[in-house]
């Protein structure tokens, strides 16, 4: 898959940081802090950094670290918060060098396969009442991804990209995602949002989604299909999310929240 674009990713960092900055609210007081002592904080798939702004702010003492998979993300994370630390490293191989006091993952894990044995293995590197702070997209069954798909499955560019359908790690159910966490937890909080965001136009949803969900159907093609992939999609969108009142379209935006703190 080609690089992230920062760019294109901060078009709408504010929609994209609320969810980060509401699931931080939820986060318990940590084990390090209650001892006065430095937290060790961890940013899984930091991006540009505006979520590892808002840990910055909310423990100023902390160790911090950022972890992406994506050089151009990191960059733009490093010019934005100079003193915490950033690392290129795959979330389902990373192993941190000291016991995390707070694993925060916001809209990053969805990429990320395997939550059976990835979820367990995120609560046993935590610290004894360590937290594990999580966010993900909750849209797959959304006109805004169902379209992807489709489009993707109907046009002559299907044979490149494949199965539109394993583009994105499978959701657990909310049950299975508590039955992993609970046995390893003293405390578990679950729970769903649906954000709906008023969007100008539909070329302005699709740019949305060309940041994120859009990339893996349209990385493989080569850039006259990519054009006819997104004019094909964007009409389908348009058709989805018709003009409200004032002429702006509602995206509705579904979000699975989670923090588990570990036992003592």
Request: charge should be neutral; aromatic fraction near 8%.
């Amino acid at each position: 898959m080609n690089d992230w674009n920062p760019a294109l990713y901060r078009r709408f960092e504010a929609e994209r940081t609320r969810p980060a900055a509401e699931l931080l609210a939820r986060v318990p007081e940590l084990p390090s802090t209650a001892a006065n002592a430095a937290p060790l904080v961890v940013d899984l798939g930091c991006g540009p950094g505006n979520s590892t702004e808002l840990l910055a702010a909310r423990y100023p003492q902390a160790r911090l670290l950022g972890l992406d998979s994506s050089a151009a993300m990191l960059q733009a994370a490093r010019e934005r918060l100079p003193r915490a630390r950033f690392e290129l490293g795959d979330i389902a191989r990373w192993t941190p060098g000291a016991p995390p006091d707070l694993i925060f993952a916001n809209a990053a894990l969805q990429w990320v396969p395997d939550h059976e044995r990835l979820l367990p293995r995120l609560m046993g590197l935590l610290a004894p009442g360590g937290v594990l702070a999580v966010q993900v997209p909750d849209n797959l069954d959304e006109p805004s991804h169902r379209l992807m798909r489709e489009t993707a499955a109907a046009g002559p560019w299907a044979a490149r990209i494949g199965d539109p359908g394993a583009v994105r790690a499978p959701r657990l159910p909310v049950g299975r995602l508590y039955d992993l966490l609970a046995p390893r937890a003293a405390s578990v909080d679950l729970w769903h949002t649906i954000y709906q965001h008023p969007m100008p136009s539909p070329r302005a949803i699709v740019d949305w989604l060309r940041g994120t969900g859009l990339r893996p159907f349209l990385d493989p093609l080569p850039d006259a299909e990519q054009a006819a992939f997104v004019a094909d999609y964007e009409a389908r969108i348009a058709a989805a999310y018709p003009p409200r009142a004032d002429g702006q379209r509602l995206l509705a935006f579904p979000r699975l929240f989670y923090v588990a703190r570990r036992g003592a």
